[in-house]
């Protein structure tokens, strides 16, 4: 599966018009770093996908692998506020549990301090479905085909990531939430059928 991530990162950056110089100096990784991860030689870890996803400006779930299926009796714990960190403007996503490798779903504790569509860094979307249960605040999801949804702690909400989206904190602190992003439905539909419905 390796050398699929691999290509998938070849081709964003290129349709970017990229070289890997430039994709360096935007991540911080070396190019024969990058070099390798292109060729399938190197694996990509969560801090790996994150640096490329925001350098590259896609959803991280791009450069996500599908879970193998000789894993098992698995698990992963994030203890209070121990979660890898990644800022995104007025957004800090923490992600949870990313000690397994090659799962269907990722996990995040996101903190919305966005009050405005700009301060929120505009429309996102990405492949797969996203759900998102509010923690504390009030959060305002604002979604392409609806109007915008104000939510309160205890609610929450499923929907798909190729809808743009976005989040605004309009309660007198930043919103809180739980949120899981499924990864790329290509790669899913790799998967096995016992691992699919695991």
């Known amino acids: 599966m390796e050398p699929l991530l691999g290509e998938m990162i070849r081709k964003v950056r290129k349709q970017q018009g990229l070289t890997l110089r ?30 490329l996803a925001g350098a590259l400006r896609v959803p991280v779930t791009t450069f996500l692998s599908p879970p193998r299926p000789n894993s098992q009796a698995r698990r992963a714990i994030t203890r209070a506020g121990q979660g890898l960190r990644h800022e995104a403007g ?3 996503f923490e ?9 269907a779903n990722l996990f995040w504790r996101v903190t919305v301090r966005a009050r405005t569509l700009d301060e929120a860094g505009g429309w996102r979307a990405h492949a797969g479905q996203e759900f998102i249960h509010v923690l504390a605040g009030q959060l305002e999801l604002h979604t392409a085909f609806y109007e915008p949804l104000v939510m309160a702690p205890g609610d929450s909400i499923l929907f ?12 007198e602190e930043p919103a809180e939430i739980l949120m899981s992003n499924s990864t790329l439905r290509e790669m899913s539909m790799l998967m096995p059928e016992d691992a699919r419905n695991a």
């Open 22 to 51: 430039a994709l360096s100096e935007g991540t911080g990784l070396s190019i024969s770093q990058l070099s390798k991860l292109e060729n399938g030689k190197q694996r990509i870890s969560v801090d790996l996908a994150l640096k």
């Open 90 to 92: 007025n957004l800090t």
């Open 95 to 103: 992600v949870l549990c990313n000690d397994i490798r090659d799962k």
């Open 160 to 171: 798909d990531g190729e809808m743009e989206h976005a989040y605004v904190s309009t309660g």
